[in-house]
């Protein structure tokens, strides 16, 4: 029998369940919008969102992959790093989705590489460079798309204000539709890569691939193929809770602040899957959402904003403990750790069946919406309100 084949196997596996957790946890990114405003029926939203989701296998590459393999240097890579990693992020995942909190699994899977090798080798294990694009990203991503937004919800007024659409107008509808099959197109295309490039680094430290020139981590033609089905299928199973936050508790969205958060958050993804940075979609969704609601005048929730913004500061800080703890504890000596990390795994595999069996369902989320934003409304009606008048409205 080969021990390490099976390991191996068995620690891909963990990435793949990593990946459908971003699925459904990162699943309000991209419908959270449309839902939010019935511009598309809930229990359909999901399905939508993930065929674009997997979509981004046809054309994109693998830049953001080769920036995540790359954050522990590769002759740190071991098994028990990737999976002390990997343990982190689906903890910190499953935990976030479960009270209905948007955070980054991109920040989350971070955090663990960098804690497992910090507990590996100290600060030469670690890539710093690779590190530090993620932190840049960190800010970057949520001002850009806050702004971007904001600066939306200005040219949306103006085009009302010439057409007389309704906020709720057929047309805005239909351009959600677009701009939210953007944005799961660039969710697929980011954050299944940081899957993919968890795997390239767990065959490299399992002997069963190694680094190129520069420390290039190879990704193998199945890898991708998994990925993003993975995340796909963790897409269409929902993740409801965030997308209740983030599609009603945040701010009161209509289908034109909709459209308007939609092109902030597809600008941070776009550009930052473009330099191959490995981003926060739910930052850059989240921000997007802020922003156009301020504008519109729809008011925002400054309770779920803090209590947002604080699992975000904690997210690496979190993730980083949990995964240094995972690591030293699979290098107790003997049955020691087999007894420790098998503990967590029942404990933690315990806390996600319940989790996963006592949620909320499209239906549920369905049944919040105002009434008033039916699926078709009329193209024009009363001049669109700005201004104060907007903020009434």
């Known amino acids: ?196 490039g968890l795997i390239a680094a767990l065959l490299v430290g399992s002997g069963h691939a190694h680094a190129g020139p520069g420390g290039e981590i190879p990704i193998a033609p199945w890898i991708p193929i998994v990925a993003y089905g993975a995340i796909a299928l963790g897409t269409v199973w929902g993740g409801w809770k965030i997308i209740e936050t983030m599609g009603l508790k945040i701010t009161r969205l209509h289908a034109s602040s909709g459209l308007a958060a939609n092109i902030g958050a597809i600008t941070a993804i776009f550009g930052a899957t473009g330099l191959g940075i490995p981003v926060s979609t739910t930052h850059a969704a989240a921000s997007s959402v802020t922003g156009s609601g301020i504008r519109s005048g729809g008011g925002v929730n400054r309770k779920v904003v803090g209590e947002m913004m604080t699992a975000w500061l904690v997210t690496v800080p979190a993730t980083i403990s949990i995964s240094w703890i995972m690591y030293r504890l699979t290098q107790l000596p003997g049955i020691a750790a087999w007894a420790a990390v098998g503990s967590v795994l029942l404990v933690l595999g315990g806390a996600i069946a319940y989790a996963m069996t006592h949620t909320i369902s499209a239906e549920d989320v369905e049944a919040e919406i105002p009434p008033e934003l039916e699926l078709a409304t009329p193209l024009t009606a009363e001049p669109p309100p700005d201004g104060e008048d907007r903020k009434a409205a």
Not at 33 to 47: D, E, I, K, Q
Not at 83 to 89: E, H, K, T, V
């Open 1 to 196: 029998m080969d021990v390490l084949l099976i390991t191996v196997v068995a620690v891909v596996a963990l990435a793949v369940l990593f990946d459908f957790t971003n699925g459904f946890h990162d699943a309000a990114n991209s419908v959270a919008t449309v839902v939010a405003t019935r511009s598309l029926p809930a229990r359909w939203a999901p399905w939508f969102s993930a065929f674009f989701n997997f979509s981004a296998y046809f054309v994109v590459g693998t830049a953001v992959a080769s920036t995540v393999a790359k954050v522990v240097h590769a002759e740190n890579e071991s098994i028990a790093l990737v999976f002390s990693a990997l343990i982190a992020a689906i903890a910190w995942n499953y935990a976030t989705w479960y009270i209905g909190m948007p955070s980054s699994s991109s920040h989350a899977i971070i955090g663990g590489l960098v804690g497992a090798g910090l507990a590996a080798a100290g600060l030469a294990a670690i890539n710093w460079t690779a590190v530090s694009e993620a932190a840049v990203a960190i800010v970057a991503s949520p001002l850009v798309a806050f702004t971007v937004a904001y600066v939306a919800m200005f040219l949306v007024a103006w085009w009302q204000r010439l057409s007389r659409w309704q906020d709720n107008a057929r047309p805005f509808k239909v351009l959600q539709l677009f701009s939210a099959a953007a944005v799961s197109f660039g969710h697929g295309a980011n954050d299944a890569q940081k899957t993919m």
